[in-house]
């Protein structure tokens, strides 16, 4: 059974930074690609950072990155603006129905 929980949110000043994380199990973690995606409120749920299961880390506006050992993907956030505020998670492509509980990021002065 797929299970993937999302950890590391939380209220942040413009400007800062948060890593979030996301321990799967329930799958052979290192064989699959991995995703963040967020929602923000009134808004589709839209894609962040995506990983392949070769992909040691992919740096973007993001950077995502994951620990085959620990079964764990991570976002790490930086330069955090209000726009950014909403809920994240992560997303295997072993089930791609499946969804986390999400993990809220708010971003205020």
């Known amino acids: 059974q797929v299970h993937l929980v999302e950890s590391g949110g939380g209220l942040v000043k413009p400007g800062g930074s948060l890593t979030l994380s996301c321990v799967a199990s329930?799958?052979?973690?290192?064989?699959?690609?991995m995703s963040w995606y967020r929602q923000a409120p009134g808004k589709e749920r839209e894609l962040v950072a995506r990983?392949?299961s070769v992909e040691e880390s992919v740096k973007g506006r993001f950077t995502i990155s994951r620990d085959n050992a620990k079964n764990t993907v991570y976002l790490q956030m930086n330069n955090l603006q209000p726009e950014d505020t909403a809920v994240y998670y992560c997303?295997?492509?072993?089930?791609?129905?499946?969804w986390g509980q999400g993990t809220q990021v708010t971003v205020s002065s």
């Open positions: 990983i392949s």
């Open positions: 997303r295997t492509n072993y089930r791609l129905d499946y």
């Open positions: 329930g799958f052979t973690f290192r064989n699959y690609g």
